[in-house]
Structure formats: C-alpha cells, structure tokens
C-alpha cells in the first residue's frame, strides 16, 4: 500500500504556490540532489539523495499538472484536516465546495403509527474539494441510522440512512437535517406522514348491553307462559309424562329422562364453547421506560421463556433481553446484555442442553453500525459466548433455530454484502457460533428475511419480502435452499402493492404455511394473511382477516395439534383500541374457527405465538395500555 506524501513541502512550496514558482523550486532541489553531484560523497549519502531525487520527481509531475494538482489538492487538505476557502492557486481557482442532497425532501407516507420507516437521501459535492463532512443528526422522531460511521474520510457521493417513527394517527411531522461540506451548507427535509385514524365500528356498553338483554327474557317469559296455558291436543298421546311425575322417577330411579338429558349437555357444550379460548392469565414486566418482548417459546419445566429488549433496565440506550417466569407467568429470573448503543433480541430458542440461544442486533459491538448479534446461555440466562457477523454496514438477524447437528442457522438482512440495497442473509455456525458458511438472496433493491426453519430434509425454508422481485412495490417471499445455503427454488407472492411475511413453518404433509401481511388483497387498508403451499412453495390456497378500515397484521403462525393453525398478531379494527392483541384460529384450510382480542384503551400487539402442552396458547408482545412504563412486556396465556 503506498503512503501518502506531502508534495508542496518536499518541493519546499506552499499550497498556493504559481506554476512558475514551482518549476523554480524543482530546479533548486534538482541542483541540490542530482546523482552527478554525488560522485564524492559516501555510498549512504548517495543513496538517500537517489530517493530524495525520486521523491522530487514524483512532486513535480503532479504539481506541473492542473489537473493532477487539483486532485491531490483535495487529499492534501483531508491529510491535513484544513478547510477550503475559495483562493487562486497559480494560474486557476479553486472553487468552495458546494454540497447537493438528492432527494432534498425525503417524503414517508402512509406510515403505521409506532412502527419503525426506513429512508435515504445522497449527498454530492458539486464545487471545489473538501475536507470534512458534518450531518446533523436531529435524534427526535428521526435519527441517521449510521451517524456513529460518518468519517471526515467519507468519499462522495454518500447515501446516508433515517430511521423514523410517528407516533401518532394522521399527524405529519417535519424536521431538517443539515449537511455540510467544510463551511459550505445545505439542508434536507423529512417528512413523515403516518395513516388517518381507523374507523372504529360503533360499540355499545355493558349497561346498554344487559338491558336489551333483561327485555328480551322478559318477553320470552310471556310467550312461554301464554304457550302453557293453551289446551292441549286431543290426539297427544296419553302416556305424556307431567313434570311431576318426570321428578318421581327422577327420584325413584335416579335417571334423567333422554330427552331433557340431550338438552342439558347440549347447553353444558355451547357454555364450554363460550368459556372456550378465552384469558387464562396475563402479566407485564418492565419498567419506567419502554421494553418489549418479540419472542415466547415454552420451556421444557412447563414455563416460558421471553427475550426482547428494555430501555428500563440494562447499561445502554437499548439492551437485549431474557425473562424466565414459571408455569403461571411469574418471573423467576431476567438477564440483559449489551453496551453503551442499542442492542436487542429478535428470536430465541431453548437449546438440547438446556440452555438459550439469542439472536438479533447490536450497535455495541461488532465492526459495522449495526451486526448480526448471537449469544448462549446457560439454563440461568448467564452468558457463555456469543459472537457478531457483518461488515462495515448494517446487518442484522431476525431469526434463529437450532440444527440437527446441534449449530444455529439464522437468518435476516445485509447491508455490507450481496447485490441490493441489503440482502436477504442467511448464515451457518456451529455449536459455539463460529461461522461456517453464510449465503445472500436478492437483487438491486431492498429484500430480507424475518423466519428460517431447518426442513425434514435437511435443507433450509426461509420466508421474507423482495422489492427486487414479483409484482408490487414490496411481494412476500419464500426462499428453499440446501443443507449448504444454495437456492433449489424461490416463490414471491402479492400484487401490486406492499405485501410480505413474518412467520413461515414446515407442515405435516411437508408444504409450507406462512403468515404476515397484504395490501393487495382483503377489505381493508392492510389485511392479516395466512398462505399454503405444497412441498415447492406453490401456493394451494390463502385467507385474509381483518377488517375494512382499519390495518390488520399477523407476526406469528404454528400449526395446532388438530392440523389446523394459530396466528397472532394485532388488530385496529376490532378490539378497545387502536391497536388489539390478536388471536386467530383456523382450520386445516385457513378458515377462521374464532379468534380472541386482548388489550386495553391503547395500542397493544402481540408478536409471537406457540400451542403450549396443555392445548392452549402462549402469546408474547408488548402493552401501552397496562404495566408500569410507556411499553411494557407482556405475556399472555389462552385456554384451550
């Protein structure tokens, strides 16, 4: 690699130096250290000036140059850490430089309330060289995904990332970044404009409720009471039990008359059925601040374990974080881990030994903005290793399972490798983490994966979202590769708008079920959406739930015991709030059997969802509606 030299000082020149006083100044040094002067001097002398002489010439044919002395006047000031001011520099100018930002409006439209957006703008230098970059990082609704990895060095032009999010219905809001290059400055402004309220269909309260209802029995009453006192038929047969002697032989005999027993069970199931499904018990855990759980699975001891993130508790802006409760959802212990920047957990999963294993994102450690994160625990939630993979870019998991062979596969999205914008990312380790072979998926634009599963044979199924591929601005995908990562087949699905999956898993007749979220199809602004396929990821049937104004999503799907399916996720059309925790039944072939919302005056979501040992239901998510902060973990069980 070579290193940089400073031309101007061995010429002995200044910066602004006239061509004329350059050409002087090379022959004064070619006087001093040509080779033919140092015929009498020792052999050490004579080879230093052999490289000062090579080093003259190399300053002279850049300086001689305009357009060479230009370039490096750029790098001559970033060396020096100088800024640029618009001078004469020997027979031209050199001009300010002069920042452009492309896009100068970053417009998010259409934007879910409380859910993260992502965007970019470019910045170019149409002017003279430059020293220094400086963007402004508001740190308000909006935030530079990669401010931390903004370097005086940064070469233009340069794409620079927001993140943003809106916490409100049909509110816009506005904000400016500034950028400069040195002193010279321009600006971009964001804008976020988050989805009109839904219409809430008219509900009516318990008072009204039990009035219509005592009304009703009290005209039934009557007509019962008319129906008795009418004569009875002359052709009824004369054997017709009265209702005391009904009660002799009940005494007497100790039986129930089959005609009145087939009315009591019958009412006993249509009771059972309404108890059916509903609340078993809920808890929240967090603090002052917001936290969240975005992954639940039972344990082997018949508890549960949660991981997800915490702003309460922890050393940084976000930790990852571990909570094992007992049977009954009561804490037992919680653990967190992370630095100084955000770290958190998307996924986990009891290992063979007992053990956790974790995977999501950390800002902490690593050598991008953002890495793939893993970590294990012991049966306690302490940690025994973990391990980051990425670049020098954001990368990130959203998904994790444990191997046949006892390794972890993962899968998420990259920024630092593949074709796009990032990539769809899937990676291989061992028992202890290390890296055995890692894949990307993806075109030109921006594509991801947010589930991986290991197939019966062997292979991997991943499901996700392409904006490189299909039909719409953003189409659901299903990825099925080898044992090693290669693609054997691919499959998108949706139409002409945003659609895209968050759970996918292997069925028993070993097709694929995929649940997530659709706007091109259903009744409403955005519909829940639950697919089947068969062994090739050809689509055998699909359903959407939701309702006509409002944004419905699921996050969560698992085939029951009765080869039907469970989904979960949120509602905004049905339920108290904005926002409802979502519970949807299915039969084998995708039709709604029932389904349950859970949640207060707020916006509340659950996120992850498993058929637990005693046929019910775990759910995990987050609350806005209860608990101690502004977002508090939760947890959710559901009788069968």
């Not at 999963?349 to 890495?371: F, K, M, R, V």
């Not at 039907?564 to 949807?584: E, V």
Request: proline share 2%; glycine share 12%.
């Amino acid at each position: 690699m070579s290193v940089w030299k400073d031309y101007y000082e061995i010429l002995g020149v200044s910066p602004d130096a006239s061509q004329e006083e350059i050409k002087k100044a090379y022959k004064d040094n070619v006087f001093i250290y040509h080779p033919d002067r140092m015929t009498e001097v020792p052999d050490s002398a004579s080879q230093r000036a052999e490289e000062k002489m090579k080093e003259i010439n190399q300053a002279y044919a850049v300086l001689r140059d305009k357009q060479k002395r230009q370039r490096y006047y750029s790098e001559w000031l970033r060396q020096k850490g100088g800024t640029v001011s618009s001078q004469q520099q020997g027979d031209y100018t050199v001009s300010k430089p002069k920042p452009v930002v492309d896009p100068p409006v970053v417009r998010l439209t259409n934007i879910t309330p409380n859910i993260m957006e992502f965007g970019s703008f470019i910045i170019r230098n149409e002017g003279g060289p430059y020293s220094e970059i400086n963007v402004s990082n508001p740190k308000t609704w909006v935030e530079l995904v990669d401010y931390a990895s903004l370097t005086d060095s940064d070469r233009l032009p340069l794409e620079v990332r927001i993140k943003a999010e809106g916490k409100d219905w049909g509110k816009t809001y506005s904000e400016v970044i500034k950028v400069a290059l040195d002193n010279e400055e321009t600006q971009v402004k964001v804008e976020l404009q988050t989805k009109p309220e839904p219409v809430k269909r008219r509900t009516y309260s318990v008072k009204w409720f039990a009035v219509l209802v005592g009304i009703v029995s009290v005209v039934l009453a009557i007509v019962m009471l008319i129906n008795s006192l009418k004569p009875q038929k002359t052709d009824e047969p004369t054997n017709t039990k009265t209702v005391n002697q009904t009660l002799t032989d009940i005494k007497e005999t100790g039986s129930v008359d089959e005609h009145l027993k087939t009315k009591v069970v019958t009412r006993k199931t249509e009771a059972t059925i309404v108890e059916s499904h509903g609340l078993e018990w809920s808890r929240t855990f967090g603090g002052s601040k917001d936290d969240w759980t975005t992954s639940v699975q039972q344990t082997t001891d018949g508890g549960y374990i949660l991981a997800g993130w915490t702003k309460s508790y922890g050393v940084g802006g976000n930790d990852a974080w571990l909570i094992k409760t007992n049977a009954m959802g009561v804490e037992q212990w919680s653990q967190t881990f992370g630095g100084s920047y955000n770290d958190w957990v998307e996924s986990i999963q009891q290992t063979i030994d007992g053990g956790y294993i974790l995977a999501g994102y950390t800002n902490s450690y690593g050598t991008g903005s953002s890495d793939a994160w893993l970590i294990k625990t012991d049966a306690m939630g302490v940690e025994q290793w973990s391990q980051t993979f990425g670049g020098s870019d954001n990368d990130g998991v959203e998904s994790i399972q444990q191997t046949i062979d006892g390794g972890y596969i993962l899968a998420g999205h990259t920024w630092s490798y593949g074709a796009g914008g990032y990539d769809t990312w899937l990676i291989k380790t061992n028992a202890m983490g290390i890296e055995q072979w890692s894949q990307t998926f993806g075109g030109a634009k921006k594509d991801g994966a947010n589930s991986v599963q290991q197939t019966t044979d062997g292979g991997y199924i991943l499901a996700g979202y392409t904006n490189s591929y299909g039909t719409g601005s953003s189409d659901a995908w299903l990825i099925k590769t080898n044992a090693m990562g290669i693609e054997q087949w691919s499959q998108t699905f949706g139409g002409y708008h945003d659609d895209w999956i968050k759970s996918v898993q292997q069925t028993i007749d070993g097709g694929y079920i995929l649940a997530g979220y659709t706007v091109s199809y259903g009744v409403g602004n955005g519909d829940a959406w639950l697919i089947k396929t068969n062994a090739m990821g050809v689509e055998q049937w699909s359903q959407t739930f939701g309702g006509s104004f409002s944004y419905d999503n699921t996050c969560s799907v698992q085939q029951t015991t009765d080869g039907g399916y469970i989904l979960t996720g949120y509602a905004g059309f049905y339920g108290a709030g904005n926002d409802n925790a979502w519970l949807i039944k299915t039969n084998a072939m995708g039709v709604e059997q029932w389904s349950q919302t859970f949640g207060g005056s707020y916006n509340d979501w659950t996120i992850s969802v498993q058929q637990t040992t005693d046929g019910g239901y775990i759910l995990a998510g987050g609350t806005k509606s209860y608990g101690a902060g502004g977002k508090d973990a939760w947890l959710i069980k559901v009788r069968h």
